[in-house]
Every structure is written in C-alpha cells, then in structure tokens.
C-alpha cells in the first residue's frame, strides 16, 4: 500500500467525515449516497500537489481543461440519479479522473462511463485499478450517443452541460430510469428526466456550472 492510502493528515477518514457532515449540512439525505463518499478516498484522484484539497468543497483541475466535481455536486447528481432505489446498471458520461463512477461503483451493481479524451481515461484506469473497483467499465468515445448494446439504464448521469438532453440518451433509460445532467450554454440548470411506462417527466433544478460537452474523442 503506498502512503496515498495510509489517511494521514488532511487525506485522513476523518477529513472524509467532514466532508460528509458539510454535505449533510447542505442538504444532502441518501444515507446510501453519504456512505460511499465517505469510503472512496477522492484525494488519490487528484495531484499530489492538490491532494489536502480534495475534500474541500469546490471543484479542482485534473489537467486538459477539465475538473473533478464539487463534492456536493457528486452527491446532488447521485442523490436524484438513485431516488432512493437500489441501482442496477448504470452509466456515466463523462468520467474526467473517475471519482464520480468509484462512488457509483459502490451504490450501484454494474457501472459504464464514457470520456472522451483518452489521457483522463488512462489515469482514471488506474486509479479505479487501485480501489479495485471491480464493477466497473470505462470506455474511450463520444458519450453522447450512449451504450445502446448495453441498455437499458436505471440511470444515467451526465457531467458535461449539453445544450439539449440527447435523445439517445433518454431512449437508453429503463422504465422508472432516471436521467440527471445539466442543461444550457450560458446558462446551466440541472435537469432530471425520469422515464415512465408511458412518458419522459422533465424536472428543472437548480442552476450549475459544469464543462461543456465536446463532440467527438481526442488523445
Ligand atoms: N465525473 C467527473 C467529472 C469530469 S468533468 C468527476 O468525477 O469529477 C466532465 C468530463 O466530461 C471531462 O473529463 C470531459 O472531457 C468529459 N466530456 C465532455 N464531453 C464529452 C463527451 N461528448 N463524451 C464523453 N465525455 C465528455
């Protein structure tokens, strides 16, 4: 075990446990939810350099551009993706370093998550080998269009704002699947998308601040 694992310091389980009160605080309540975050050690999935950051809550550079979330962003997505179900199949867009599916990866039986640049999907391979998260598949390509071999989903999270929900991507839900993604250019709100046996059920949340969603992969 290398000394990321020990937990000293600002990397401890105690600091995770702050954490986990801080999202209690803000309004989090899936008790499942707060319990995965309070085992995945999010610091291993970021820089050394950033590592007694890591359980702060705001959202830091994984290189290329790109973020890993707040953690009450995580918990927010996770909360209304579950609604208090026990999940099954699940997929991701959007891995970035992969901390988000290493929390799914312990609510749900089977996890898939899209990225497309290639680098952030080779650390976030290692990092997730390192947790051995054993459930989950990771897969270089353009999210937007979704799994459909794999489908259908019990959710389905999204972690780049989108200027429309993609079709694709609610056609992949199973009946009672729950989309949550953010929405808008300018502008971004969190927006939930809940299949029933006979419609798509739109409910606009609050507003957010997310990476845009890019077409097509990169290296
Ligand atoms: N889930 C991450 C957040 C990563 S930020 C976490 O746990 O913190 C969002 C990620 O979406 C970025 O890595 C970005 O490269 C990726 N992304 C943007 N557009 C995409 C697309 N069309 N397909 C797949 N991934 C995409």
Redesign the pocket.
């Known amino acids: 075990m290398d000394s990321r694992h020990l937990g000293i310091g600002m990397t401890s389980q105690r600091t995770r446990m702050r954490m986990v009160e801080r999202l209690r605080e803000q309004g989090i309540r899936d008790e499942t939810v707060l319990a995965a975050m309070g085992e995945v050690p999010r610091h291993i999935f970021v820089d050394e350099a950033l590592a007694s950051r890591a359980y702060d809550d705001f959202a830091l550079p994984i290189g290329?551009g790109?973020?890993?979330?707040a953690p009450l962003t995580?918990a927010r997505m996770l909360e209304l993706a579950r609604g208090g179900r026990s999940l099954g199949r699940v997929l991701?867009?959007?891995?970035?370093?992969?901390?988000?599916?290493a929390v799914l990866s312990r609510i749900a039986r089977e996890v898939y998550s899209?990225?497309?640049?290639a680098a952030?999907l080779g650390k976030a391979r290692r990092s997730l080998r390192e947790l051995r998260a054993t459930n989950v598949k990771l897969k270089h390509?353009?999210?937007?269009l979704g799994l459909p071999d794999i489908a259908p989903f019990d959710a389905i999270v999204m972690?780049?704002a989108a200027a429309e929900v993609p079709e694709a991507l609610t056609a992949q839900l199973d009946i009672g699947g729950r989309l949550v993604m953010p929405i808008g250019t300018k502008e971004q709100r969190l927006v939930m998308i809940e299949r029933t046996d006979r419609a798509f059920v739109e409910t606009r949340l609050e507003n957010v601040n997310?990476?845009p969603?890019?077409?097509g992969t990169r290296v």
């Open positions: 290329f790109q973020t890993i979330s995580v991701e867009i959007g891995t970035g370093c992969g901390y988000q599916v899209i990225e497309r640049i952030l390509a353009d999210g937007q972690a780049a997310f990476v969603l890019l077409p």
